[in-house]
RNA sequence: GCAGUCGUAGCUCAACCUGGUUAGAGCACUCGCCUGUCACGCGAGAGGUUGCGGGUUCAAGUCCCGUCGACUGCGCCA
């Protein structure tokens, strides 16, 4: 008989049916035995009756997470035994028989209780089944599918960045190196200069993929390897152009969230942003000025915000301009890197933007120079030599239209979308110093 | 890398501050009973080198030192 999806049952009842699934919770009742099943598409009661004889005695066998196909009958329940809190709360599969397709190894633990952090990664491949693992990821899986809507909507064109590269990091976060190349390559800390070149290729491009980074952070925002969600786009006035785009893709990405994951944030108990037309926008200083008056901390010679900072600029632009989210724009040249450009108004400080969500920076971007000779100019006066990065300059020397363009952390994103604490818990293997699968097998 | 907190049954925790007989509970597991549960219920049972190493003490899960690991925060970043 053919599989029907457990959604699907609700429009069957009086007929007789085949589910396959996991068996998701058991209770027995000696002559009664009920079994909730799960599919991807939900979860749906069943009941083994002692009439059904060799179904019953297969019943008495199945644990959680056996895997079986069942046939039966669809019934109507019983008035009182209606429950009208779950899903197919008034139908219930009486079983017929009883195929396993695959047996359980007794539990370490129940599905879909708390666990330890530590634990529920040391057991991924079983917990990442649990409600709320699914719910994450499947709002995971919509972010990336709206961003890349929205972008190919916008005439960008999506492109594969190489992982493995050569010397010419862009400096900042450490590197990976590779022994196999005789450690004259890495692992790429972004795709920056490959978007760049593609900018004069497609205009607009975009790329999602991971990337690398050797630091040994030790914090509940940080990765080894995370997914980088980036664009660049070509013949822009300034970096605002790159801040408008970036507002209009996340008013997009909300409004999937609300028409396809509604239920997911409720399971997990975060609100879905309302994110303004216009989010709000500050410069660097004039932020530093609002928190030197609100605390009478002085910051105003930081080049940078800490993360301290960053909470309280997103409370102030909660309570102040009833946004989650806060653009943060001109950071010092002197921390931005070389393919920074500057603020013609100020060449002390760059046309660049860091993106605050709830407390956490989310993304940075900016406007990048596009002129060959400024931009080996700058690669000197940051110390470093123009000819390790002859490669990426072919795409300046050979012409290159005014751009910008960022980086946003997929994992972040989730994380603070959802209210979780650790970016892990958004992250469906992370990988850190003390933790890659098996490599930490006990 | 630094700082703080933590590490007790398969899981989540109690007992630690104030050292003292046999280290407890809930869930999971095993056995028995149960025809309306949906976190099913009831009864019984099994399950521990208290992360590891050292020290203090008549006596250490408990106090001290070291070490490994985790979590939180910081630096750096997305």
């Keep these: 008989m053919e ?23 058991r209770r027995d009742h000696g002559k009664l035995i009920f079994i909730d099943f799960r599919d991807v598409t939900g979860k749906i009661q069943a009941v083994a009756v002692p009439s059904h004889e060799e179904a019953h005695e297969a019943a008495k066998k199945l644990r959680p997470e056996w895997v079986v196909s069942v046939s039966g009958k669809i019934n109507k329940r019983p008035e009182k035994m209606i429950n009208p809190d779950i899903q197919n709360g008034d139908i219930e599969l009486e079983i017929e028989s009883i195929e396993i397709l695959s047996e359980a190894a007794e539990l370490p633990f129940e599905k879909d209780t708390e666990l ?10 079983l917990t990442l089944r649990t409600d709320k693992s699914k719910a994450i990821f499947k709002v995971q899986a919509h972010i990336v599918r709206a961003f890349r809507e929205f972008l190919t909507g916008e005439n960008f064109t999506e492109f594969q960045s190489p992982k493995l590269i050569g010397e010419d990091a862009e400096g900042g976060a450490n590197v990976f190196s590779l022994e196999y190349f005789g450690n004259k390559a890495n692992l790429a800390q972004s795709p920056q200069f490959y978007k760049q070149i593609m900018v004069a290729v ?9 990337v690398y980074r050797a630091e040994k952070h030790s914090t509940s925002r940080h990765l080894n390897e995370y997914t980088s969600l980036d664009i660049e786009m070509g013949f822009i006035a300034s970096h605002r152009d790159v801040m408008r785009v970036t507002n209009r893709l996340l008013v997009y990405i909300a ?17 879905i942003p309302e994110v303004p037309k216009e989010i709000p ?34 409370e102030y632009a909660k309570n102040n301009f009833n946004s989650d989210f806060i653009f943060i724009t001109h950071y010092p040249t002197s921390k931005r890197p070389m393919y920074a450009f500057e603020d013609p108004e100020d060449p002390n400080y760059t046309n660049s933007f860091d993106l605050l969500f709830r407390g956490v920076e989310i993304a940075t971007g900016g406007q990048r120079i596009n002129d060959y000779e400024k931009l080996v100019e700058k690669i000197k006066s940051k110390g470093l ?19 910008g363009g960022f980086g946003m952390g997929l994992e972040r994103l989730t994380a603070k979308l959802l209210g979780l604490h650790n970016i892990k818990e958004a992250t469906l293997f992370p990988r850190e110093i003390n933790r890659i699968d098996n490599l930490l097998s006990k």
């Design 3 to 25: 599989r029907t999806y457990i959604k699907d049952l609700v429009g069957k009842i009086g007929e007789s049916v085949r589910i396959a699934g996991f068996v998701d919770i």
């Design 202 to 210: 497609f205009e607009k491009v975009f790329a999602i993929g991971n």
């Design 255 to 271: 409004s999937e969230l609300r028409k396809n994951c509604a239920e997911e944030f409720k399971l997990l108990g975060s609100p």
């Design 385 to 403: 030599d123009p000819e390790k990065f002859s490669f990426y300059l072919q795409a300046f020397k050979y012409g290159m239209p005014p751009h």
């Design 281 to 314: 926008a500050m410069k660097l200083r004039e932020a530093q000025a609002i928190i030197t008056k609100e605390t009478g901390k002085d910051c105003m010679k930081e080049p940078d915000l800490d993360p301290e900072q960053e909470r309280f600029l997103s």
């Design 116 to 125: 330890n952090l530590d634990t529920h990664l040391d057991y991924l491949p």
